[in-house]
């Protein structure tokens, strides 16, 4: 009878002894993929960051630049430099429209050819002057989700890393315990912690 314990328990030590081996290399393996995770999140909100503050500087050079053409063009409407049918130095209206933006110029022309009431609401001049500050802004907002996304599936590693260290200690103390049945029901619970863990990975995005 003394044997047929010995045997059990040699077996239980033998799966045990599997089930930790199994367990920890997965175990070591999902914190490689939680630190790539976080490496990638870290990487995505610094980026976003930066595109953020050119999205700032772009925008602020637009609106600038928006601000001084208005100037120019009220200095045009007051001064009647580039007025039609009147007496007007020529120089001095190119002068004036060479010191404008190559989109506010337009504007301008779009204004004297009665295509818009107001040069600087055109959506051209007004779209252009903003295209590179608002592609920044979107790419910010992107990165920013992925940073967001890679901080879940971190997460979620993490999550799957503790689980597989609850399986590592049910298995180890399986391996020691001197009651077979015991030893069995913790290798068990052990087992069944470990396949729902493995599952539950495999349905986690990898990275490299």
């Known amino acids: 009878m003394a044997n047929t314990d010995d ?14 081996g199994l367990a920890a290399i997965a175990n070591a393996w999902v914190t490689l993929q939680s630190d790539l995770w976080g490496g990638q999140q870290d990487e995505a909100y610094t980026d976003s960051v930066r595109q953020t503050n050119l999205a700032v500087g772009l925008l602020r050079a637009g609106d ?3 601000a001084l053409d208005q100037i120019l063009f009220a200095e045009i409407l007051t001064s009647g430099v580039c007025n039609q ?8 209206c190119e002068q004036v429209l060479a010191n404008m933006s190559d ?6 022309d779009e204004w004297a050819n009665g295509n818009v009431s107001n040069p600087f609401e055109s959506p051209n001049y007004v779209d252009t002057l ?12 992107q990165l920013f989700a992925e940073a967001g996304e890679a901080n879940e599936n ?5 999550l799957a890393s503790t689980v597989l260290a609850v399986v590592l200690f049910f298995g180890g ?3 020691v315990m001197g009651d077979k049945r015991v030893a ?20 986690l995005p990898i990275t490299s």
Do not use: C, K, P
Not at 130 to 141: C, D, N, P, V
């Open 85 to 92: 049918g009147e007496r007007n130095d020529e120089t001095a």
């Open 103 to 108: 989109e506010g110029a337009a504007a301008v």
């Open 130 to 141: 903003s295209a590179q500050g608002e592609e920044a802004r979107l790419t910010s907002q």
């Open 173 to 175: 103390i399986s391996a």
């Open 154 to 158: 971190g997460d979620d590693f993490e």
């Open 64 to 66: 600038t630049t928006r």
């Open 7 to 20: 045997s059990g328990l040699d077996l239980v030590e033998f799966v045990a002894a599997f089930l930790l």
């Open 184 to 203: 069995w029901a913790l290798l068990t619970l052990a087992a069944l912690l470990f396949i729902g863990t493995t599952v539950y990975i495999a349905n």
